[in-house]
């Protein structure tokens, strides 16, 4: 055969350097002991006992990795774009509206694409596997995740852990091959590549899964595959490109992304000096797991064997010998009395067993926990009825001390992630961002209404934007909303704040019922408004009947003036009349 056919791509042989490193350095198989000491398959590799006793697990890393999970995961989080600068004021307005508006676009996105549930699967890869990978990609005008698996991704330089300062990045994946010949013509269309047809039929499916997580269940797949690379590589513009190859031929010829970035961020649980991948929170604790579960099994096999009473049993003077295992049974003996059965059948004193062992498994248990800060303090086996939850969170807050790191690296991973979604936007969103705002003004009656209206950021601004991101976190564990609901109650208490101020600063998911709270203030508000109305009618109703009766009492004052009057004027005549007789 020609050896022109055997000739593979410039990807292809970049992926076989990454793939030899990384086997010299034992990733695949160390990426799977973890994996396989996390889920409870501890035997693997190693020689069972020959007795009759079964291997005994007692997994203590899948708790440990799941409190440490829960301690990284407890904390709700928000992608917040702060302006870095302005030339004046109205200038510092519109950043600020546009980074609103960014806030708000990019965690929809990340809430539409799921990518809340990648995270945290990425976290569960890095703890138990030191390392998880996210990669973003726009399709239909909107931005996705998806996780890459450790062992799927090649750096240029795998001593350095700064994915943006890698010379180029490989990442594998397995596809049937019907679709990747059809994929390759699909390209071939579009003018990515000018393979031929026999090229194209050239492509043939391989046994590559060797380097796959999961391996395991991939010996037996069920259309042909083959494994296809795709190369990011920053170019000599600054700009990333991109090529996508099998073993024998180049799918797509690179192609500008027009992006600065490369469109990935990982998250590594501990980082270790000189290597990309870091160091996962198992590998410390295999061997005391692994001699955790021999001491377990000795135990068992011990207690097996010498901690019953054993029968013996002179067989030869028993007529039915099977009776000897029956509950209940008659014994038949031979050519002796029944007062002399003692003589052939007897128990053997079980024999007692060393407590050292117990001790041994007991004390690597309760100390493996501990020097992982996962022990019964740490993981909240606290009685919440004997503590205050102040005090019980301050317990557990000293003893999250040793996860300062992973909460670190958690919170630059997460900036990471916002910084390609943006530099996706920028470069992918041709028209811009469409949005809407919403606006609050006063209305006729002095009251704050508040409606929606569109609000547009355009390409150009968004290239010319210099942004910080910010990434803002909440504890949310259920000792911390318990230590708010006691300080808002004392205030209550105190008198420094009333009961709707209490309601409206109750965390969400708190043990008061906020919601039922609510509803009983809405009721309040709306029995004073009623009050307040019936209030007014009666202000109203006394205001009219004391009008009427004051109109009232000014005609009959008025009556009575002009009666008062006449008899005046009467009384004059009378007294002249009698002054007059007076004088005559």
């Known amino acids: 055969m020609d050896k022109e056919e055997f000739k593979t791509t410039a990807t292809w042989d970049l992926y076989e350097i990454g793939r030899n490193y990384n086997r010299r350095l034992n990733m695949y198989s160390e990426g799977k002991e973890n994996y396989d000491y996390y889920h409870g398959r501890q035997w693997e590799g190693i020689q069972k006992p020959k007795s ?15 409190y440490k999970l829960g301690i990284i995961n407890q904390n709700s989080f928000e992608i917040v774009f702060n302006p870095n600068g302005a030339q004046d004021r109205e200038d510092l307005q519109r950043i600020k509206d546009v980074t609103e508006g960014l806030s708000q676009f990019v965690n929809k996105a990340w809430e539409k694409s799921q990518s809340g549930k990648t995270v945290r699967a990425i976290v569960k890869n890095a703890c138990i596997n030191s390392e998880g990978i996210i990669y973003f990609y726009v399709e239909d005008n909107t931005i996705l995740s998806e996780e890459i698996d450790k062992n799927n991704i090649y750096y240029g330089n795998e001593n350095s852990s700064d994915i943006q300062e890698q010379p180029y990045i490989l990442v594998t994946y397995r596809k049937p091959i019907k679709e990747i010949k059809q994929k390759a013509r699909d390209y071939r269309e579009k003018g990515l590549n000018n393979l031929t047809d026999e090229e194209i039929n050239s492509i043939i499916s391989d046994l590559d899964y060797e380097e796959q997580q999961g391996k395991d269940f991939m010996q037996q797949e069920v259309s042909p595959m083959c494994l296809v690379i795709m190369r990011f590589e920053r170019m000599s513009d600054g700009k990333v490109w991109v090529s996508e190859s099998t073993k024998t031929c180049d799918l797509i010829a690179p192609q500008s992304t027009k992006c600065e ?51 013996v049993v002179a067989s030869d003077f028993i007529k039915n010998r099977e009776a000897l295992s029956q509950v209940g049974a008659t014994i038949e003996v031979n050519g002796m009395k029944a007062d002399d059965v003692r003589t052939i059948a007897n128990y053997l004193n079980p024999a007692m067993i060393s407590p050292d062992a117990y001790n041994l498994q007991n004390d690597l248990m309760i100390n493996t926990r501990q020097l992982a800060g996962a022990g019964d303090t740490a993981t909240g086996q606290i009685d919440p009825e004997r503590s205050s939850g102040k005090a019980i969170l301050a317990i557990q807050q000293a003893a999250q001390q040793p996860l300062n790191e992973q909460l670190e690296n958690y919170k630059y991973f997460l900036e990471d992630c916002a910084r390609v979604m943006f530099e996706l936007i920028k470069v992918y969103f041709l028209k811009g961002l469409n949005l809407h705002r919403t606006v609050e003004q006063y209305n006729e009656l002095g009251n704050v209404e508040s409606y929606d209206e569109p609000f547009s950021i355009s390409k150009r ?3 010319k934007m210099d942004l910080d991101i910010k990434i803002d976190i909440t504890p949310t564990t259920a000792y911390d909303r318990y230590a708010q609901e006691l300080s808002l109650e004392n205030l209550l208490l105190k008198g420094i704040i009333n009961f709707e ?3 409206s600063s109750l965390p969400e998911g708190s043990a008061m019922p906020k919601p039922i709270l609510e509803v009983i203030i809405q009721k309040r508000k709306e029995a004073k408004a009623e009050i307040a109305k019936i209030q007014q009618r009666m202000n109203a109703m006394q205001g009219a009947m004391q009008q009427a009766v004051m109109e009232n009492e000014g005609q009959m004052m008025g009556g009575y003036g002009n009666e008062m009057q006449d008899v005046s004027e009467g009384g004059n005549e009378s007294f002249s009349t009698f002054g007059g007789q007076a004088e005559a």
């Open 52 to 66: 009759q006793a079964e291997p005994i697990t007692m997994n203590i890393i899948k708790p440990i990795v799941k």
């Open 501 to 503: 101020e209490y309601v």
């Open 461 to 463: 601004e968004l290239e």
């Open 261 to 311: 970035m490369y469109p990935f961020a990982h998250f590594v649980w501990e980082e270790e000096k000189g290597y990309a991948r870091g160091v996962s929170e198992i590998r410390g604790l295999i061997d005391n797991q692994r001699e955790l579960n021999k001491t377990a099994t000795r135990r068992a096999i011990a207690v097996k064997l010498g901690a019953y009473p054993k029968l």
